[in-house]
């Protein structure tokens, strides 16, 4: 038996379980399974399987006018992996008092499941300045977006540009962002049921996919 409930009978609002521990072999049975951790500071882990799932498509990301001004423009380049403690640290960053659910553990086990080669980072540079990021796990043909942060207005969007490429071009079927944000949702992001969405991790999840680093890497995506 796993160490999780059955998410289909869980609450959509709500956690399913809570406890336990962030070893990369309980974060990996907790991906394919279609739930993630959200701890509460130093406190115990949460476990969540939300209903309904937000997930942007291969092909669905919506691309702005001024973002593609921004694609346009270059002066900024783009890498995968290569920073991936710095991008982690970084979305873990809050102004004081809006504290973190990316606590020092939470870093300590993205790292070991970057070190797997499960964790992979998308990186946004000026010069030698790490402008802007996201961090995932890639779960066969799935890809579940963490965090991302940008230190410069659409740094953040230039790294979902850039990594929509990555899935796009290594036969990912799916962006799995977890939760809907207006901000997400104004780069694509659509619902799902969670039935649907654990139908789709079941199908892929034991399919290779292919993370190709240099595909990010260089000088902006285009649009």
């Known amino acids: ?23 990369v072999d309980t974060l990996v049975e907790a991906y394919r399974e279609g739930i993630f951790p959200w701890p509460a500071d130093e406190g115990p882990i949460w476990w969540w399987s ?4 937000a997930v942007i498509p ?3 990301l919506h691309i702005s006018r001024s973002l593609r001004r921004t694609l346009r423009r270059g002066g900024w380049r783009c890498t995968s992996d290569r920073a991936f403690a710095d991008v982690i640290a970084a979305c873990a960053d809050r102004p004081p008092g809006d504290g973190t659910w990316i ?5 300590e086990a993205y790292l070991r499941l970057h070190e797997r080669g499960i964790g992979h980072s998308v990186e946004v540079w000026r010069g030698r300045d790490l402008i ?11 890809f579940c977006g963490e965090s991302m942060f940008h230190r410069t207005s659409d740094a953040s969007k230039v790294a979902m540009v850039a990594t929509m490429r990555i899935l796009e071009r290594g036969g990912f079927v799916l962006f799995d962002v977890q939760l809907t944000t207006p901000h997400l949702a104004s780069m694509g992001a659509v619902e799902i049921s969670r ?10 999840r034991d399919t290779p996919a292919t993370w190709d680093v240099t595909v990010a890497r260089g ?5």
Do not use: S
């Open 1 to 23: 038996m796993g160490r999780f409930p059955d998410p289909r009978w869980a609450p959509g609002d709500a956690p399913l379980a809570w406890g336990g521990d962030l070893h």
């Open 50 to 53: 939300p209903d309904p799932r």
């Open 58 to 60: 291969p092909g669905g």
């Open 103 to 107: 606590t020092p553990g939470m870093q």
């Open 132 to 142: 802007g990021g996201l961090y995932g796990v890639a779960i066969g043909r799935l």
């Open 195 to 204: 039935e649907e969405y654990l139908d789709l991790l079941r199908t892929h």
């Open 219 to 223: 000088d902006l995506p285009r649009a």
